[in-house]
């Protein structure tokens, strides 16, 4: 009974390819998110949907592209990889009024050759 | 801005030993706080949460935080540790007013010595 699930779990690329990571929740939230922990462990905010419109963009290059065909997938595009976007990304989501709790995916393992 | 401090970014306590990790924060905002663990390539477990009400509160695992408004900290405790609690752990805030974005502290390194 996976709560937040993402695909692929490792990823490994040569620069300059276009990848795609997909989320997908069966919570029952309305709103998801994007995170990248970096190299140093440091987890940031990258976008927010909710109910498939978009609501947070943390100054995020925009050779990411986040797409939400419905509200419980949030999936994630890069353009153009670059060796600085190895990271692990979080998906994460959140149901609404009082349950503000965000649950987290497993994560991706993303490496950038 | 927002921001949270875990000022220690590793501590050893031995099997047994109580533990106190500490969370400061600051924010314009009501906050929501939050402790989170990892656990080697893993991804990001819930142990407890304040939203509102009683300022101490019990998470998973035998894990309490107290949120002190005055002091902008939320520290998380437990009084006996086990080997299977070494891990890493992030203190998190987030607000309505802020999109309910988490804003995550760099994480402290938690090992345990038997």
């Known amino acids: 009974d996976t709560a937040v699930s993402q695909t692929p779990k490792y990823l490994v690329t040569q620069m300059g390819n276009d990848k795609s990571i997909k989320c997908e929740q069966n919570?029952?939230?309305?709103?998801m998110y994007w995170y990248k922990q970096d190299s140093k462990k440091f987890l940031k905010i990258m976008f927010s949907y909710n109910n498939k419109e978009l609501i947070i963009n943390e100054t995020v290059p925009n050779r990411f592209s986040p797409k939400s065909p419905d509200k419980a997938h949030l999936n994630l595009h890069i353009n153009s990889l670059e060796l600085g976007d190895s990271a692990v990304y979080f998906c994460?989501?959140?149901?609404?009024?009082?349950?503000?709790?965000?649950?987290f995916g497993p994560g991706t393992r993303l490496l950038v050759l | 801005a927002q921001s949270v401090t875990q000022p220690d970014i590793h501590i050893t306590v031995s099997e047994g030993a109580s533990l106190e990790l500490r969370c400061n924060y600051s924010y314009g905002a009501t906050p929501y706080l939050f402790w989170y663990v990892q656990s080697p390539g893993q991804g990001l477990q819930l142990l407890l949460k304040y939203f509102s009400g009683d300022t101490l509160v019990q998470g998973i695992k035998g894990f309490e935080a107290e949120f002190k408004r005055s002091q902008s900290s939320f520290n998380l405790r437990k009084p006996s540790v086990h080997w299977s609690d070494a891990a890493e752990y992030f203190c998190a805030v987030g607000a309505r007013e802020y999109g309910n974005k988490l804003v995550f502290g760099a994480g402290t390194i938690l090992r345990v010595k038997s």
């Open positions: 994460a989501s959140r149901g609404g009024g009082s349950k503000e709790t965000q649950y």
């Open positions: 919570l029952g939230h309305d709103t």
